[in-house]
């Protein structure tokens, strides 16, 4: 794995867009202060730069490092998570503000798999992560799933668990404010 690790931190490192298993589904991933970048996913996906998309991260410690407040029911939630869960902060920082939504926010989940988490700790800083789709279309659970036209858009295609479908499906997207409220998105 180390190969696999060593290669797609070498495309991220050039404004490369890689496709790539997630704790989830299949996703687009980039360098997160890499403006260039965020603005080809948009483009691969064919998504309006106004739907705000989210990162992956390896620990509490490095998301505290790209929002301004962490409300302490956000913590709550992590520990009481059973399945991969996508917070919405209410303050980014430290990220391309292209990749932040409009009103500031922005989605960050902690990586629960192997290859995710090898991969955010190598680069050093959070991953973009998004479904490999065009806007509107099924989430890919399996590589396979992938259309044709993703696969030929991105730098890289991680060659990991290629062959594997998966049983997971989207994280469940949970927003919490600075007042402590919280609405379930998803």
């Not at 190969?3 to 797609?8: A, F, L, Q, V």
């Not at 989830?24 to 360098?31: A, E, S, V, Y």
């Not at 730069?49 to 302490?72: A, G, H, Q």
Request: charged share 20%.
């Amino acid at each position: 794995m180390k190969e696999i690790i060593n290669e797609t931190i070498k495309v991220l490192s050039k404004s490369g867009v890689i496709l790539y298993p997630t704790d989830t589904i299949w996703g687009l991933g980039c360098d997160p202060q890499d403006e260039m970048a965020i603005s080809t996913i948009y483009g691969i996906k064919q998504r309006s730069e106004t739907k705000s998309m989210l990162v992956l991260v390896n620990s509490v410690e490095m998301l505290e490092d790209y929002v301004e407040y962490i409300p302490d029911v956000a913590y709550q939630l992590i520990e009481a998570a059973s399945r991969p869960l996508t917070i919405i902060y209410p303050k980014a920082k430290n990220l391309a503000s292209n990749l932040i939504a409009p009103d500031g926010s922005i989605g960050i989940r902690i990586a629960q798999c192997d290859l995710c988490q090898a991969l955010v700790t190598a680069h050093g800083k959070p991953i973009v992560s998004t479904s490999a789709n065009i806007a509107g279309q099924k989430s890919p659970l399996g590589f396979f799933d992938v259309s044709n036209e993703i696969k030929m858009a991105v730098d890289y295609i991680v060659p990991y668990k290629l062959n594997e479908f998966s049983p997971a499906k989207s994280s469940d997207i949970i927003k919490v404010h600075k007042s402590g409220k919280i609405d379930v998105i998803r």
